[in-house]
């Protein structure tokens, strides 16, 4: 006998040898090539999405640089169009107080019509005004003769002044002067003027236009919008006109070093000799598109930040230019690809998962192969030994569903003898009360009619005391001489698996501390109350609960007494409360109760119950000399002909809660749009 059960523990442990083998021989050339596979897929998917980022900048590099472009072109022809003013040669002419009067009109209507200019003017042979128009924020003045200036000593006086005829000049962008100090808030500004001359060619002045530069920085800014890229835009000296942080704009009007070119020395050295391109380097991507806005017969200057300073240098063609600079910072890269590892290790998890499954369904299903032809060879008397072993149920059933055969093991789990279960439909035994699968509608009835294996992962078979056993089971046809003579049927308990899963299912939806349900749980609860209040117009109610001073409970003895506090307000709640109702945790030491089909009286009658039944208890613990007391605070709010959401309805409660916070703590109060707040003893009526 000995010898016999020795043998039979050998053979099962070499089963189980071999199904391990099995296993992992296919679970371990699987998971390997899972790992390279979604590792290829997730860094390609990744390098594309970073090129196609990177075209992307450059194609927004390009718009933002063309629209610079195009604006400055399009000041320089409406510049022009003022140098040649019938109204300008007139007054040349005559020099009559209605030729100007006539000519500030005309400035005038030019200026309300492109709503595009800070000032228009006309300056004459020596500097001086003697036509301005200002914005004055949208609505065009012409400026008073005695309120016209000097401009002789700004160097965008004299660059211009000294051009040929049709010959345009465009300033630096730069901040807007006024009298001596720097307009606050800034300006930006371009000036683009012309000198102008009479019909005999002499030259009397200049036309200038203060073109608003923030226009231009705007344009940039829109054209950005919507992409990943911080965008920026810089001058010839590597000073930023337009940066991700406004402190380090406008430096050289400050005379500070704040500039692109001393925060990405390499970064500069490539954007200065580049008209475009793209570099990566640990900052992230840079693009970068220059602005050439000088064409034929436009130059410049390198402009002065002092009032009188005139400018060092002319410019010209290529010697003027802006940097359109796009940045994709390092860190957003890093995003994408943490977020794709992220996606790829719960992809490998699921999918190592399955291929594990897998392995082990093909694994036992060679095991059950070889079983099989093993089993084929042994007589009754040999089978019923081995099924006797089997840690599984096994029945064996004729073509007509009647049991022929019983092992101990299924007559453990089903409280059924064998010798009473003989000769009975397997289906009366396990599903009696069942009319659809006892009649033909289960699985086990599908195996003699399509012949085939069925396995059912989850279901209950009624045990002989009428008790239900949760069982996951297989259903395979026996086969004799090529033709379906019967059923076997293995089943095994899955009770503990059950309640495990029925654990974690609630360890999902409860807090750990308390019991209580979490917050997520209680929101999910509440949204379908919600949606069927608002389908049957019945009341609703919540309670947002908050421990008065709990910060001063830990500091004071320890976050284990804070715990025990917690545990035992939430065991509070869950007596108070009816079993249709929801308390829940909702986060650190706030609490709530959705309270379904509850009107605002009535909740806040509740609330007052908890709120005293919470001062009155005394927490005993080792250490304390005397017993630990807490009171809580409790916001109100109830729905009201179906007009709130559930966050509106938290949100209000919310609002309540610290208006008793604020109010001393220690009281219930009732949110404003649900009814007047009230303090301890009254009512929500009476409030």
């Known amino acids: 006998m000995v010898s016999i059960e020795l043998k039979s523990s050998n053979r099962h442990e070499n089963g189980i040898r071999i ?45 933002g640089s063309r629209d610079i472009d195009q604006s400055i072109q399009g000041i320089a022809k409406d510049v022009a169009i003022l140098a040649n003013s019938v109204s300008l040669q007139e007054f040349f002419e005559n020099g009559s107080t209605s030729s100007l009067q006539k000519l500030g009109r005309e400035f005038l209507n030019f200026s309300r019509s492109k709503q595009s200019f800070d000032q228009v003017r006309y300056l004459d042979e020596n500097g001086q005004e003697r036509v301005r128009v200002n914005y004055n924020s949208g609505a065009p003045t012409l400026v008073k003769p005695d309120r016209l200036q000097n401009k002789a000593g700004r160097y965008y006086f004299s660059d211009t ?52 530069g923030q226009e231009l920085i705007g344009s940039l800014q829109s054209s950005a919008r919507g992409t990943v890229g911080e965008i920026m835009m810089l001058n010839r000296d ?16 400050f005379k500070n070093e704040r500039r692109f070119s001393n925060a990405y020395p390499d970064v500069w050295e490539s954007i200065k000799t580049m008209g475009q391109g793209q570099r990566f380097v640990d900052a992230g991507i840079f693009t970068w598109r220059t602005v050439y806005p000088l064409r034929a017969g436009i130059i410049s200057a390198d402009g002065s930040v002092d009032v009188t300073g005139e400018s060092l240098a002319s410019l010209s063609g290529r010697e003027y230019f802006w940097k359109v600079v796009k940045l994709v910072p390092q860190s957003h890269l890093a995003k994408e690809l943490e977020k794709r590892f992220k996606y790829g290790f719960i992809l490998l998890l699921a999918l190592s998962i399955l291929l594990m499954v897998g392995s ?53 789990l089903l409280h059924w003898s064998e010798a009473l279960a003989l000769g009975r439909r397997f289906v009366d035994l396990v599903w009696g009360g069942e009319r659809g699968k006892a009649q033909g509608g289960s699985p086990i009835s599908a195996v003699l009619e399509h012949e085939q294996v069925q396995r059912v992962e989850e279901d209950t078979f009624n045990r002989s005391d009428g008790s239900q056993l949760p069982v996951a089971y297989t259903a395979a046809p026996m086969e004799y001489e090529d033709s379906v003579n019967g059923v076997i049927v293995t089943f095994e308990d899955i009770t503990e698996r059950k309640q495990l899963r029925d654990e974690l299912k609630r360890m999902a939806s409860h807090d750990p501390l308390t019991g209580l349900c979490n917050r997520r749980e209680t929101e999910r609860f509440l949204e379908q109350i919600m949606h069927h209040n608002k389908r049957y117009r019945r009341a609703v109610a919540i309670c947002m609960i908050d421990i008065d001073h709990f910060k001063l409970v830990n500091d004071t003895h320890g976050h284990q007494m804070g715990d025990l506090v917690l545990k035992t307000l939430g065991k509070l709640l869950q007596d108070q409360t009816r079993d249709v109702d929801c308390a829940g945790r909702f986060g650190g030491e706030e609490f709530i109760l959705v309270l379904p089909e509850t009107p605002l009286q009535e909740a806040y009658t509740l609330a007052e119950r908890v709120r005293k039944a919470a001062s009155n208890l005394k927490i005993n613990a080792p250490g304390l000399e005397v017993p630990l007391s807490f009171t809580i605070s409790i916001g109100v709010s109830a729905q009201i002909e179906s007009r709130l959401t559930a966050e509106g309805l ?38």
């Open 19 to 63: 199904q391990l083998r099995d296993v992992l021989r296919f679970f371990l050339p699987g998971t390997i090539m899972l790992v390279a596979v979604i590792t290829g897929f997730y860094y390609l998917d990744y390098s594309i999405d970073r090129e196609l980022i990177a075209e992307r900048e450059k194609h927004n590099a390009e718009i």
């Open 360 to 412: 082990a369904v093909l694994a036992v299903a060679l095991q059950r192969e070889r079983t099989a032809v093993d089993s084929l060879k042994r007589n009754e008397r040999r089978l019923r030994t081995i099924t006797s072993e089997l840690a599984e149920g096994l029945v064996v059933l004729d073509k007509k569903g009647t049991v022929t055969l019983m092992n101990p093991e299924a007559e453990h």
């Open 161 to 212: 002044f000294e051009l040929s005829r049709g010959t345009l000049f465009v300033s630096p962008l730069d901040l807007n002067v006024e009298r001596g100090e720097i307009e606050r808030p800034f300006k930006p500004m371009i000036r683009i003027g012309t000198p102008v001359f009479d019909a005999q060619g002499n030259k009397r002045g200049i036309v200038l236009v203060n073109y608003f």
């Open 650 to 687: 938290i949100n209000e409660a919310d609002r309540a809660l610290y208006q008793a916070k604020a109010r001393g703590r220690n009281q219930v109060r009732v949110a404003q749009d649900s009814s007047q707040n009230v303090s301890p003893g009254e009512s929500p009526v009476d409030a």
């Open 238 to 253: 590597g000073y930023w006109l337009l940066a991700p942080d406004p402190e380090d704009e406008w430096g050289f009007m």
